[in-house]
């Protein structure tokens, strides 16, 4: 059968793969340990869930502009203003179903055949097939690890091209819980506006941040306007606000760039859910009662982020591991971990979940196959026995 040559490189995401695998052999009955899911386990706060009840039962379940409701586009303008110290342009924020779509607004707006993405690796495993769906190409960038692999302008210049349309990151990355600090921030948007590339900041996990309690992560919007040339924020509700199934992102641009996304999301997908828009009204609104829900999850993420570390330290000495500062991941190698027969991660996770029932997401996802990424968006128990189990795959001998 023939197909597009839209979709003939594209293939399903690696990481909801294994969350589906892993939930079909719990529901065969097998005892497994799930920490390949990227979601809070928490429920979405009920102060959030009252406000889309109340909706749906008052009738908010029409068609809104394709943007989103222009109250919650102000709500958010608000949220990123305070965020950044300055007012924010409302008529940039375009609401989006979840920031799957709108990372898609932004490479299909932007790019094209012949056109170059530069990717910051590891990366999350959507970016690299959201731009060849625009049919351009992406360019795969690691920085150092003994840096987190967090990618240096000296990084860039070794594979920026005339080609080049723009650079993707991430911060806090999904997978290594890595974060850029506003320096390292700077110093890549200062050779982004130098070389006319787009900057696509992805944003979605800043306020689960490890550095001081109360803070959030550093972001574009903190920089000095001068040093800023074109970018486009992503964010959105899934992560901060335990959301994940509501499906509500934004993008945050210039407004020229904002109303091409939004006529390209009229044809697409029209607005986000109704009651889910509602929904988020609430949690950008009601800056008390986020930032107390905020704040009590990430209690919890401290705690476990502390947990895996203790762990990894304990019982697989010598396995090397970013230190998270943020997200909820542990990102750690194991190719000193493979059998005679084992050449990947892949094949690694893949005898973990079969034989030890514990479901990790291999390193070929984000681009590099020696490694794996731990969710710890999951009880002190459940990573404990997982730990457990991985112990006993290994035979390292130690207990937890």
């Not at 109250?71 to 924020?93: C, F």
Request: proline share 5%; hydrophobic share 45%.
């Amino acid at each position: 059968m023939s197909f597009s040559a839209n979709i003939e490189k594209l293939k399903p995401s690696a990481t909801i793969k294994v969350s589906t695998l892993a939930k079909s052999l719990v529901a065969e009955g097998r005892d497994i340990v799930n920490l390949g899911a990227g979601e809070p386990d928490f429920d979405t706060p009920l102060f959030i869930a009252d406000a889309a009840v109340n909706g749906v039962r008052s009738g908010q379940t029409r068609y809104t502009p394709p943007a989103g409701l222009p109250e919650l586009r102000q709500a958010i303008a608000d949220h990123l203003g305070a965020r950044a110290g300055r007012e924010i342009n409302w008529k940039g924020v375009v609401v989006s179903a979840g920031v799957k779509q709108a990372l898609f607004n932004t490479f299909f707006s932007l790019c094209g055949p012949g056109d170059e993405v530069l990717v910051a690796a590891p990366y999350w495993t959507t970016y690299p097939a959201l731009v060849m769906l625009a049919r351009a190409e992406p360019v795969t960038v690691f920085g150092a690890e003994s840096n987190s692999f967090k990618v240096v302008p000296s990084d860039l210049e070794g594979v920026v091209s005339e080609k080049t349309k723009g650079l993707v990151l991430n911060t806090p990355c999904n997978p290594t819980g890595a974060i850029y600090t506003l320096e390292e921030l700077r110093e890549l948007s200062v050779w982004a506006k130098g070389r006319g590339v787009w900057i696509v900041s992805d944003e979605i996990y800043r306020n689960i941040y490890f550095g001081a309690q109360g803070d959030t992560a550093p972001g574009i919007l903190n920089l000095p306007e001068d040093d800023v040339g074109k970018f486009i924020l992503v964010d959105g509700a899934s992560k901060s606000y335990a959301m994940t199934g509501w499906r509500v992102g934004f993008s945050y641009s210039g407004v020229e760039i904002a109303q091409k996304f939004t006529a390209l999301q009229s044809q697409i997908t029209s607005n986000t859910a109704t009651p889910s828009q509602v929904a988020a009204l609430e949690a950008f609104r009601n800056v008390e009662a986020a930032s107390s829900a905020i704040a009590e999850m990430g209690v919890a993420f401290r705690r476990r982020r502390d947990l895996v570390i203790a762990l990894m330290d304990r019982l697989l000495p010598g396995v090397p591991y970013i230190q998270p500062e943020g997200a909820f991941y542990l990102y750690f190698r194991v190719d000193g971990l493979f059998e005679v027969d084992e050449n990947d991660a892949t094949t690694w996770c893949s005898r973990l979940l079969q034989e030890h029932g514990v479901a990790l997401v291999p390193g070929a996802a984000f681009g590099d196959d020696r490694w794996v990424r731990l969710s710890f968006a999951a009880s002190d128990a459940l990573i404990e026995e997982a730990f457990t189990r991985i112990v006993v795959m290994v035979g390292t001998g130690a207990t937890v």
